[in-house]
């Protein structure tokens, strides 16, 4: 069985500032994924970033990096230079490679909310 | 890139009917579609797995004969919620996965489901 846990209910952040979003997980895996999405208000979930276990690169995607934590088991979403459109909700997600259907397991997420 | 249609976005229904909601990948074909529930300000809960041509795979603690789930098509999945009660009220989102994508899971933008 695999967990993601998400421990920031709510994050807040001045616009222009870094944030980071944590997020770990638990897998006895040892091939797996792990995503960020972000879910505005209206309620779609927008890919932002992925990590395979064997990466050893964080990933990039313009302001977003992942900062993986192997060992610690951690993938810490860091958005650079906040925008007021960056508020919405942000959930870590991991996938399972020897599943029959590589299903996508979610955390209950955080709030980010960006003030002027 | 990949677009994945969802309808209706919102419905309202009366309490003992049944709501179908479609999901369909517009630009590939969709080997794996997933079927989430979402509640308010709460993460995204997976209800069941469809493969194109077989039954779906059912999440525990999912009523498979309140939800069906009909995967006919490699590009059309459909989930009827029948005999619909207020405890059913929901947002209903699907993902649709394309085979050979290594981390594509493209999502709806969602469906609003209210019975009164």
């Known amino acids: 069985a695999q967990k993601i846990t998400q421990t920031q209910p709510g994050m807040f952040v001045q616009e222009k500032e870094a944030v980071t979003l944590d997020c770990t997980y638990d897998?006895?895996?040892?091939?797996?994924?792990l995503f960020w999405y972000k879910q505005p208000s209206s309620g779609e979930m927008i890919f932002l970033i992925y990590?395979?276990?064997?990466?050893?690169q964080n990933a990039t995607e313009g302001r977003y990096s992942l900062n993986f934590q192997k060992a610690r088991k951690s993938a810490n979403l860091v958005i650079s230079a906040s925008q007021l459109g960056d508020s919405a909700m942000y959930f870590c997600?991991?996938?399972?490679?020897?599943?029959?259907?590589?299903?996508?397991?979610f955390g209950t997420g955080t709030r980010l909310l960006v003030s002027p | 890139g990949a677009v994945v249609s969802q309808h209706p976005s919102w419905v309202i229904c009366k309490s003992g009917t049944s709501v179908k909601i479609e999901c369909r990948s517009l630009d590939f074909q969709a080997t794996t579609m997933f079927w989430y529930r979402q509640f308010p300000k709460q993460s995204l809960m997976l209800m069941a797995t469809s493969n194109e041509g077989s039954k779906a795979t059912y999440e525990q603690g999912v009523e498979k004969d309140k939800f069906l789930i009909n995967h006919a098509s490699l590009t059309l999945s459909t989930l009827t919620v029948t005999s619909a009660h207020p405890e059913d009220s929901s947002f209903y989102i699907c993902s649709a996965r394309e085979s050979g994508q290594f981390y594509g899971y493209t999502f709806g933008s969602g469906t609003r489901l209210t019975v009164v």
């Open positions: 990590q395979g276990s064997y990466d050893e």
């Open positions: 997600a991991m996938r399972e490679i020897y599943t029959g259907f590589q299903k996508l397991v």
């Open positions: 897998t006895s895996d040892q091939s797996y994924g």
